[in-house]
């Protein structure tokens, strides 16, 4: 698992039969100081996150388990929304 930032939304009308009714969110990976790490990319929606919130994302098998649909073609999930994170002393 890992930390992420909403970015944006996907609206896709033509996709994989076994997509439909998931909600399509852009994330973006973060690391300990918020900065962005990596590329954005694609994950389902499993929670109600909206742009802008820092989530709990899973990925490979545990994605399309967490999304209920072990047979979709889904390699991120997002799993939580994040109230707080709280990061002790080195």
Do not use: H, N, Q, W
């Not at 076994?18 to 990596?38: M, Q």
Request: aromatic share 4%; hydrophobic share 45%; glycine share 14%.
């Amino acid at each position: 698992m890992f930390l992420a930032k909403v970015r944006g939304t996907v609206v896709s009308t033509s996709k994989d039969e076994r997509l439909i009714g998931f909600k399509l969110l852009v994330i973006e990976r973060i690391g300990i100081d918020g900065s962005y790490v990596g590329l954005p990319e694609v994950a389902v929606d499993t929670v109600g996150a909206g742009v802008g919130a820092t989530v709990i994302v899973t990925g490979g098998s545990s994605a399309r388990f967490a999304a209920t649909r072990s047979d979709a073609p889904i390699d991120s999930t997002i799993v939580g929304i994040v109230d707080t994170v709280e990061i002790g002393p080195e």
